[in-house]
């Protein structure tokens, strides 16, 4: 698929609303593929191979790749500009893998487990993972609604308005517990924040509702406003669930 080359300094001068379209509009090409990509291979292209499906030379793709994660459509590599994570998808090796008819990903989180299974699957599969993130394994098995064990709770230990501050501990902490009583024992243990509790129910729709775009070919970030609103939806309110203002996008 070709497209028209963007000529875009971002932060070196000035530039047009036709310019930022185009650019958006590249952003969301280039999320597009690398979903389509990791769901159909298990994998995500090389920067090389992205150039040449867009059109662009590969010093565009990285720059276009840098103005991503600043948007935080993907999390890029400290050391190189190569995709880390495309949410709701881990490109390396994490405690929590999907599973489904013979193919798999790594999600960074129980939240984006849902999602790869509402991208992927049909909401269909086996979350393999560790109870607390410790030596218990545990595999969900999942079918629609119908989710075994269906009494766990999914403990949120940092803050969303917070999230992007550490992305990767943000996930890192998004983890499966049999009971309340036993996220306070895990946070006290671990000198964690102690955040919020959801049905692991409520943790499917959830995802299902803000992962469901991430395939479409001009998918943008939720804006403050409307992520706001998701969370809303779903029960999750008051100060713990307050993104508050700030960026365009969350």
């Known amino acids: 698929m070709q497209l028209d080359r963007c000529k875009l300094m971002m932060n070196d001068q000035l530039y047009s609303s036709s310019d930022v379209n185009r650019d958006l509009d590249a952003q969301a090409l280039a999320h597009h593929l690398l979903i389509e990509s990791i769901i159909a291979h298990g994998h995500a292209p090389r920067r090389e191979k992205l150039a040449r499906e867009m059109g662009l030379s590969l010093t565009e793709v990285e720059a276009l790749y840098r103005r991503m994660a600043e948007n935080h459509a993907l999390v890029l590599h400290p050391h190189e500009p190569e995709p880390w994570i495309i949410h709701p998808f881990s490109l390396s090796p994490t405690a929590t893998w999907v599973e489904h008819d013979g193919c798999g990903w790594w999600a960074p989180c129980m939240w984006c487990a849902f999602g790869i299974l509402a991208l992927a699957t049909d909401n269909k599969g086996i979350v393999h993972t560790r109870l607390q993130g410790e030596a218990e ?43 309340q009583a036993q996220i306070d024992q895990w946070s006290h243990k671990h000198d964690l924040s102690r955040g919020e509790g959801i049905p692991v129910r409520t943790l499917a729709r959830f995802a299902r509702t803000w992962y469901g775009r991430h395939r479409d070919r001009h998918w943008q970030k939720w804006s403050v406003e409307q992520a706001q609103a998701v969370f809303e939806q779903f029960g999750m309110v008051g100060p713990f669930w307050a993104i508050g203002v700030g960026a365009d996008r969350f």
């Open 137 to 179: 394994a545990l595999d969900l098995r999942v079918d629609g609604d119908d989710i075994a064990p269906a009494d766990l709770i999914i403990h949120f230990s940092i803050q969303p308005r917070h999230a992007w501050d550490n992305v990767h501990h943000t996930c890192a902490t998004c983890l499966p517990f049999r009971s």
